[in-house]
């Protein structure tokens, strides 16, 4: 299958596509009359000796607090991927079978039959032919790399808003480097703007504050309806260079609201699915939001 773009695409945008690595990573799905490797288990590994071999089901997830029944998912990534699909659904499960007894056997621990199996095959898929694209080696930069994705984010792993969170952190980081490399040496010590300054300083003396989130209320009402100014401050991430925040805009009720429930990680997928709230940097406020910060410094 070929995709062909009208018109066509410039020769920058095309240069930019071959220079894309494209991934493989499997997955096996396997229901067991029940759970006997823990219920307290959510991940565990497997190693191989044979190091062409080392992408061969080395991640093992349980689904059981979360689908249900007794399901195990093993992974299988790079050149373990491309051997799992030219083996049989049957073989395969075998072989996770096979690599799960020598964990659990010398343990005490049987390991029964499976009652179903799921294998997919992302490299014969014929709209996909892969499971991930990525930056491959000597495709792009200047020596540094930065690095993003759930698994760097240690407030919010394994998670969408984590994958989200560290991509804004990275970009974030890459525009300070930019900034740095263009600015002139009388000015290395004035990298942040007056405009964020003075708003930091007002974030100093909020008027709602739990975990990561500062609120500022409009003064000049107490309507729960009324319209608030929110920051969202990252500093448990180690950054590069200085903190990271995002900023938003919600109703008063919406802050209490959001203040009662438990954790950053809970709040975050409260802001984004049921308020709908849309986080984004400093220069990205609207004009509403500005024109609220400046009757917030007027008041202050």
Same mark, same amino acid.
């Given at each position: 299958?070929?995709?062909?773009?009208?018109?066509?695409?410039?020769?920058?945008?095309?240069?930019?596509?071959?220079?894309?690595?494209? *991934?493989?990573?499997?997955?096996?799905?396997?229901?067991?009359?029940?759970?006997?490797? *823990?219920?307290?288990?959510?991940?565990? =590994?497997?190693?191989?000796?044979?190091?062409?071999? +080392?992408?061969?089901?080395?991640?093992?997830?349980?689904?059981?607090?979360?689908? =249900? *029944?007794?399901?195990? !998912?093993?992974? /299988?990534?790079?050149?373990?991927?491309?051997?799992?699909?030219?083996?049989?659904?049957?073989?395969? $499960?075998? +072989?996770?079978?096979?690599?799960? %007894?020598?964990?659990?056997?010398?343990?005490?621990?049987?390991?029964?039959?499976?009652?179903?199996?799921?294998?997919?095959?992302?490299?014969?898929?014929?709209?996909?032919?892969?499971?991930?694209?990525?930056?491959?080696?000597?495709?792009?930069?200047?020596?540094?790399?930065?690095?993003?994705?759930?698994?760097?984010?240690?407030?919010?792993?394994?998670?969408?808003?984590?994958?989200?969170?560290?991509?804004? %952190?990275?970009?974030?980081?890459?525009? %300070? $480097?930019?900034?740095?490399?263009?600015?002139?040496?009388?000015?290395?010590?004035?990298?942040?703007?007056?405009?964020?300054?003075?708003?930091?300083?007002?974030?100093?003396?909020?008027?709602?504050?739990?975990?990561?989130?500062?609120?500022?209320?409009?003064?000049?009402?107490?309507?729960?309806?009324?319209?608030?100014?929110?920051?969202?401050?990252? *500093?448990?991430?180690?950054?590069?260079?200085?903190?990271?925040?995002?900023?938003?805009?919600?109703?008063?009720?919406?802050?209490?609201?959001?203040?009662?429930?438990?954790?950053?990680?809970?709040?975050?997928?409260?802001?984004?699915?049921?308020?709908?709230? +849309?986080? !984004? =940097?400093?220069?990205?406020?609207?004009? /509403?939001?500005?024109?609220?910060?400046?009757?917030? +410094?007027?008041?202050?």
């Amino acid at each position: 299958m070929v995709i062909e773009f009208v018109p066509e695409l410039p020769q920058r945008k095309k240069d930019a596509i071959q220079s894309l690595g494209f *991934g493989l990573l499997n997955k096996v799905a396997i229901l067991f009359p029940y759970n006997f490797w *823990g219920g307290d288990l959510d991940t565990f =590994g497997h190693l191989t000796e044979d190091p062409s071999m +080392r992408g061969e089901f080395f991640l093992f997830y349980s689904y059981s607090s979360v689908s =249900g *029944g007794p399901l195990l !998912v093993a992974l /299988v990534a790079g050149d373990a991927a491309i051997k799992f699909e030219q083996m049989s659904p049957l073989e395969s $499960v075998n +072989r996770v079978l096979e690599i799960l %007894r020598g964990i659990f056997h010398p343990k005490g621990i049987a390991v029964p039959d499976p009652i179903q199996a799921v294998c997919t095959r992302w490299g014969k898929d014929d709209f996909a032919y892969g499971s991930y694209s990525y930056v491959a080696v000597e495709s792009i930069g200047d020596g540094r790399v930065f690095f993003a994705g759930e698994a760097t984010n240690k407030q919010y792993p394994a998670t969408m808003h984590g994958a989200l969170l560290s991509g804004m %952190r990275e970009a974030a980081n890459i525009l %300070r $480097v930019a900034k740095k490399r263009t600015i002139n040496p009388s000015q290395k010590f004035n990298n942040s703007s007056k405009e964020d300054e003075d708003l930091d300083n007002l974030f100093d003396t909020p008027d709602l504050t739990f975990g990561s989130f500062s609120v500022l209320f409009d003064p000049r009402s107490s309507d729960p309806e009324s319209t608030s100014l929110f920051r969202v401050k990252l *500093g448990g991430e180690k950054l590069d260079m200085g903190s990271f925040s995002l900023y938003g805009l919600m109703s008063k009720k919406h802050a209490f609201k959001l203040r009662d429930v438990d954790g950053d990680g809970n709040r975050m997928t409260m802001l984004n699915f049921e308020f709908g709230v +849309r986080l !984004v =940097g400093r220069k990205g406020l609207s004009g /509403v939001a500005e024109s609220l910060i400046t009757c917030i +410094r007027l008041a202050k």
